[in-house]
């Protein structure tokens, strides 16, 4: 929780110190709650310690600053860890995208061999046919050829 402090009220250096106590009691509290809010409200809180502060308390503007940098430097550690999470997110997306292609790129294998299938079932229904028509000569004898060579095709599909 952020303390509620009139800068108007400080007079002796014990209110000046008190105050900044309240302050990094707060800043160490929204660190520990990782509250990214807070810690920024405490950095603008410190600041405007540092700007009202009389000149005898110069050494508690050192250590404010030091703890606006402390606060900056909690918000730069929990960036830090939300973006290795993000790489993990991005690193378990990416196998998962590589997964689906390698399925996709099976599947359209799959489809092509059972295209180029149907295609040879119907080629040879249509050399079955034209052999019924011509049972000799130079035509019967390509026929023949054509349909080895697809049954030599049919022989290299491997069998569900």
């Known amino acids: 929780m952020i303390p509620n402090i009139d800068f108007d009220d400080l007079i002796t250096t014990k209110d000046w110190a008190d105050a900044l106590q309240s302050i990094l009691t707060a800043a160490s509290a929204a660190t ?52 290795a999470s993000r790489n993990a997110e991005l690193e378990q997306a990416t196998k998962m995208i590589a997964g689906v292609t390698a399925e996709a790129q099976k ?8 295209s180029t299938l149907s295609a040879l079932a119907k080629a ?34 491997p069998k569900k």
Do not use: C, H, W, Y
């Open 32 to 83: 520990a709650a990782a509250n990214s809010t807070d810690r920024s409200a405490l950095r603008g809180l410190l600041l405007t310690f540092i700007k009202n502060s009389p000149p005898k308390v110069e050494l508690l503007d050192v250590i404010a600053r030091e703890a606006i940098e402390d606060l900056a430097l909690a918000d730069i550690s929990q960036s830090l860890q939300r973006i």
């Open 124 to 157: 040879q229904t249509a050399i079955d046919a034209l052999r019924a028509i011509e049972t000799s000569g130079p035509l019967n004898a390509k026929l023949s050829s054509v349909a080895d060579a697809i049954a030599a095709v049919n022989a290299l599909v």
């Open 107 to 114: 599947d359209a294998r799959t489809l092509q061999l059972e």
